[in-house]
């Protein structure tokens, strides 16, 4: 496992710590003991979402909305989470005769702008 790295110590030298992300691996970072971030190389960052782009694959909807709340827990706490998803899919395309929305229009296009 890495050192973790103070965030006042990482600002100080962070083109160090930015090679050392390249050559070495992910470096953390933390404020006040906690650990708050990681830097990663870009093409560990690429790696990252191609491996998340290939797991939601053949997945519907609702277990790709789990799986996404899943890894994101700690934005989703506060009480308009669930108002604010509604918003999002209040703006979309009609539902067709079986009252199904076009999935891919909704997760695959966002998977799709992080290739680029």
């Known amino acids: 496992m890495s050192d973790v790295i103070p965030i006042f110590e990482a600002k100080n030298k962070l083109p160090f710590y930015i090679h050392k992300a390249e050559t070495e691996g992910p470096v953390r970072l933390s404020r006040h003991n906690k650990e708050v971030a990681v830097i990663i190389s870009a093409s560990e960052y690429d790696d990252l979402l191609l491996q998340l782009k ?27 989470f669930d108002s604010e998803i509604q918003e999002v899919f209040s703006n979309l395309r ?23």
């Open 54 to 80: 290939n797991c939601m694959k053949g997945k519907s909807i609702v277990e790709r909305a789990a799986a996404f709340r899943k890894r994101n827990e700690q934005f989703y706490k506060n009480d308009n």
């Open 94 to 116: 009609p539902a067709d005769e079986n009252g199904f929305h076009n999935e891919k229009n909704i997760w695959d296009g966002i998977l799709e702008n992080n290739d680029e």
